[in-house]
């Protein structure tokens, strides 16, 4: 098959659960088609990522995308006449659909793989938009009429990643203000509608967990969600083992980090709930003990916690994004994920397995993976007991040798690429 990838994140460095989803499932669908990559492009992605793209691609084509407060509030505005999510206006660019457009018109393409919620638009319009070539108007979904043109035209496969609604709805729950806590209930229930007509307009939907699938078929009429259940697929996050191996250690000092963007507002909500309310219980109990932050564009609020005169500033570094982690994770006992909002499923779980780090984390935190908690994982909700199991692994060496061993052995039994990854057949075999 020739599929057009279509991907919000350029999928590399691996940097982000994002791009780590959908650098792996284009390295599994490149095994066995031919795949056209078209990603937007921020300022900071560079020549030599896309060429490394290339490498296993038939063809790679970028858009630039630049964010902008004027543009954000323009999106705001044109969703309160339209009725669509405002994140979805605000990814609609022009230059995007007029590139693929193009490249639809100069050749065939037997699929179109939209990675994550904001590229589906461009899939559907390029349904539409050959249907109209053709002189086919597009036919409601599930009619003769529909099945016919749809062995006419591409097949249409949406990976959500996660049910977005449902990370934006609680989000909502830890604003603070009643302003910002309206805007994000008013986003996640036009998230809602828009994810419910995109479980009826895509011939397959693939989430991350099974709780994601089961909240976008619960958006659907009960009868509707049952005739639809076939068109899902869970596929995790995963990750390439093969490739990183367990990081040698230098923890001498009890040093805690948290790695992860830190411009994703449940990653800062998270954060600031482990430095203010859970390092202060910890910080009695682990003489020398550090909290370091790693992660692009942290905000003022987390900059904010090692200010000079702050009074957690002996105890917190930020360090903002880290190209090469691997010095600042071998230094570290604990990795924390204090997470009280998200949806989908972690992928910097994984990550600390493989590098060999134990991990404490929210209920929320580990949602959607498979965990043993006490033998790979510790769960802690509240903050004395988040503090309480942090202390454990910082002064028990047994506890976070079985934790590091465990962790390692799991990620490569049941979150490696290369084993799970090959489900995608079943999905991508029309044309074969």
Known sequence: MHILFLTQLLPYPLVGGAKIRAYYVLRQLTQ????TL???????????????????????????????????????????????PAVIERDHVRAMVGLLRW????????????????????????RQWLARQTGNPTPAAETPAAKTLAAET????LDEHNALFLVVRRQAAYESG?????????????????????????????????????????????????????????????????????????????????????????????VLWFAREILPRIIPQAPGVRFVIAGKNPPPSIHDLSAPGAP??????????VADPAGLLSQSRVFVVPLKAGGGMRVKILDAWQWGL?????????????????????LADDPADFAAAVVRVLNDDRLAQ?????????VEQHYDWRQVYPQLSAIYSKGD
Not at 32 to 35: C, I, K, S
Not at 358 to 378: C, K, M, R
Not at 402 to 410: A, D, E, K, M, S
């Open 154 to 157: 591409p097949l249409l496969v």
């Open 32 to 35: 066995q088609h031919r795949v």
């Open 358 to 378: 134990p991990v404490v984390s929210t209920h929320i935190g580990a949602e959607g993976i498979d965990v043993q908690p006490g033998e790979n994982i510790l």
């Open 402 to 410: 079985r934790l590091r061993h465990n962790g390692r052995g799991w």
């Open 178 to 270: 009643w302003a910002r806590r309206w805007l994000w209930r008013w986003e996640a229930k036009r998230l809602a509608g828009y994810e419910a007509s995109l479980c009826l307009r895509f011939d397959h939907i693939l989430t991350v967990t099974s709780a994601d699938q089961a909240a976008l078929l619960a958006l659907l009429p009960p009868p509707t969600a049952a005739a639809r259940r076939a068109h899902f697929r869970v596929l995790p996050i995963c990750v390439d083992p093969a490739v990183q191996p367990v990081l040698p250690r230098h923890d001498e000092t009890p040093q805690i980090v948290h790695l992860g963007t830190m411009f994703w507002p449940p990653n800062v909500e998270g």
């Open 38 to 84: 078209v990603s937007f492009v921020r300022p900071d992605d560079r020549p030599e990522d896309v060429a490394h793209l290339r490498q296993f691609c038939a063809a790679v084509h970028t858009v630039p995308l630049r964010r902008a407060r004027g543009k954000d509030a323009q999106s705001f505005l044109k969703a309160c006449v339209t009725g669509r």
């Open 103 to 126: 490249l639809v018109g100069q050749q065939q393409f037997d699929a179109i793989h939209a990675d994550q919620t904001a590229m589906a638009q461009y899939a559907l319009h390029l």
């Open 312 to 321: 957690l500033a002996d105890y917190v570094r930020v360090t903002g994004f």
